[in-house]
């Protein structure tokens, strides 16, 4: 699904990433973890085009969309969850996904061929995409709410039902824990696998939630200092010395510094 080869970024005198390769299969649910300033979301970046590699390749479903802007990388299936439009505080759950999947229509020229898809179907579409999706997220219930009454949790939910109305066949996501309680955190987990085994999404995700990453990921992949230093099934990574090391000796399980 995804392949990243030999990519690398400095700024300025700090090599922010450093000939990284990674691959995504399709199916899979690939975590990236490391301490603060290892370089993750510099490598969201360049993959997913807000920033240019200054060396290396990346190829989505063997395609080359290495340095094409985000809005084309989107097109080729490949979503990160904050690229899509803001949510809507005031409109209710339900009008954020529709927008979010009738903007998403629009620009996808092949469902509209030389303008013959009338109004009404596309209306009728999006509506059945959008309920589809909260239920999957487990937003039904919230259909109706404005968004900015929903409690954080399930607005970091909302996000993620937002990018899924673009179609993704490959989903990433930087940080979908944060913030949430362990609770929540748990929540999140199974419907990651929900996603995954329904609807047979790939997912790459940052994230610090080490409960998460080791209860959801099928490969866990480690950056420090730009360069991933270790990689594996979870219960590999965890015992990796390298890895210890690189979180400060602390004991895994812990917050990493
Ligand atoms: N646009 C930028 N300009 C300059 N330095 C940057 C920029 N983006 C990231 N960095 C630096 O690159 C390093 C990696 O940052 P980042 O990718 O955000 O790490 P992580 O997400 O793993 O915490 C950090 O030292 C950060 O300060
Ligand atoms: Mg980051």
Same mark, same amino acid.
């Given at each position: 699904?995804?392949?990243?080869?030999?990519?690398?970024?400095?700024?300025?005198?700090?090599?922010?990433?450093?000939?990284?390769?990674?691959?995504?299969?399709?199916?899979?649910?690939?975590?990236?973890?490391?301490?603060?300033?290892?370089?993750?979301?510099?490598?969201?970046?360049?993959?997913?085009?807000?920033?240019?590699?200054?060396?290396?390749?990346?190829?989505?479903?063997?395609?080359?969309?290495?340095?094409?802007?985000?809005?084309?990388?989107?097109?080729?299936?490949?979503?990160?969850?904050?690229?899509?439009?803001?949510?809507?505080?005031?409109?209710?759950?339900?009008?954020?996904?529709?927008?979010?999947?009738?903007?998403?229509?629009?620009?996808?020229?092949?469902?509209?061929?030389? /303008?013959?898809?009338? !109004?009404?179907?596309?209306? *009728?579409?999006?509506? #059945?995409?959008? =309920?589809?999706?909260? %239920?999957? $997220?487990?937003?039904?219930?919230?259909?109706?709410?404005?968004?900015?009454?929903?409690?954080?949790?399930?607005?970091?939910?909302?996000?993620?039902?937002?990018?899924?109305?673009?179609?993704?066949?490959?989903?990433?996501?930087?940080?979908?824990?944060?913030?949430?309680?362990?609770?929540?955190?748990?929540?999140?987990?199974?419907?990651?696998?929900?996603?995954?085994?329904?609807?047979?999404?790939?997912?790459?995700?940052?994230?610090?939630?080490?409960?998460?990453?080791?209860?959801?990921?099928?490969?866990?992949?480690?950056?420090?200092? /730009?360069?991933?230093? !270790?990689?594996?099934?979870? *219960?590999?990574?965890? #015992?990796?010395? =390298?890895?210890?090391? %690189?979180? $400060?000796?602390?004991?895994?399980?812990?917050?990493?510094?």
């Amino acid at each position: 699904m995804l392949e990243i080869s030999g990519i690398s970024k400095r700024y300025g005198g700090l090599q922010a990433v450093k000939d990284v390769n990674l691959t995504v299969a399709k199916g899979e649910i690939v975590s990236l973890i490391g301490p603060n300033g290892a370089g993750k979301t510099t490598l969201f970046n360049l993959v997913t085009g807000f920033a240019r590699p200054d060396t290396g390749h990346v190829r989505l479903e063997g395609d080359e969309v290495t340095g094409l802007p985000p809005e084309a990388i989107a097109r080729h299936g490949m979503v990160r969850s904050f690229q899509i439009t803001n949510v809507f505080a005031n409109l209710p759950v339900i009008e954020n996904l529709r927008l979010a999947s009738y903007l998403h229509l629009r620009a996808d020229l092949t469902s509209d061929v030389l /303008g013959l898809s009338p !109004a009404r179907e596309k209306a *009728a579409r999006t509506m #059945e995409e959008a =309920r589809r999706i909260l %239920a999957l $997220l487990d937003l039904a219930k919230f259909s109706a709410t404005p968004a900015k009454r929903l409690a954080y949790g399930q607005l970091r939910l909302l996000e993620i039902a937002i990018a899924l109305c673009v179609r993704p066949r490959l989903l990433l996501l930087d940080e979908p824990a944060a913030g949430l309680n362990s609770r929540e955190g748990e929540h999140l987990t199974a419907l990651l696998r929900r996603l995954r085994d329904e609807t047979g999404l790939t997912i790459l995700l940052v994230e610090h939630d080490m409960d998460l990453v080791m209860a959801v990921s099928d490969r866990v992949v480690v950056l420090n200092f /730009g360069e991933k230093i !270790a990689e594996g099934t979870p *219960a590999q990574v965890k #015992e990796d010395p =390298r890895v210890v090391e %690189a979180y $400060l000796g602390t004991p895994f399980e812990e917050e990493p510094a």
